[in-house]
């Protein structure tokens, strides 16, 4: 199977999971896009170029399962909660073992700004703030700050940047 068929069955088997939160749907499928265009503009690889994309589409899996559990979902929760529904989902599309450890730690690990260990890591949050910022009507010194402190990639800034001004 394609890596295109694949992460159209990943989104569709993510739809699924979030069915009825359209704004959760709507959420991921941002963040992949963002992903996706920041990964290409900085040259990823195939195959870190597609694992990033799988990470940007279930990035946010722990949230019902935190909902559930505790009642709420902070960041830290959904890392908790994430990897297991994600290696689950990611299990059931047919991916390679290797591909949903690396990505399951992307789930863990995608609301830790410290220590980030690769290019995939580095492009789903800042594609995760791109979304973020709009969604949560982030002010602009905090838009500034996140860009300044957290965005490391050369596109991530641009994009920053062209959406959200200096």
Known sequence: M???KLLDRITGKMMEFDKGD?????????V???AQLIARQEQLDDHTRFVTECAAIVH????HPAEAKYGRCDGKLQEQEGPAAARALLREAGLPAADIDRIC???GHHHTYEGID???????????FLVNFYEDQV?????RTARDKIFRTAAGRELCTLLYGE
Do not use: C, N, S
Request: glycine letters at 8%; zero cysteines; aromatic letters at 10%.
């Open 118 to 128: 690769g290019m995939d890591y580095q492009i789903l949050v800042e594609a995760d």
């Open 139 to 143: 002010p602009a010194e905090g838009i």
């Open 60 to 63: 946010d899996i722990g949230i």
């Open 105 to 107: 730690y992307l789930v």
């Open 32 to 34: 992949h896009r963002f």
């Open 22 to 30: 359209p704004m959760r749907i709507q959420h991921f499928l941002k």
């Open 2 to 4: 394609t890596q295109t």
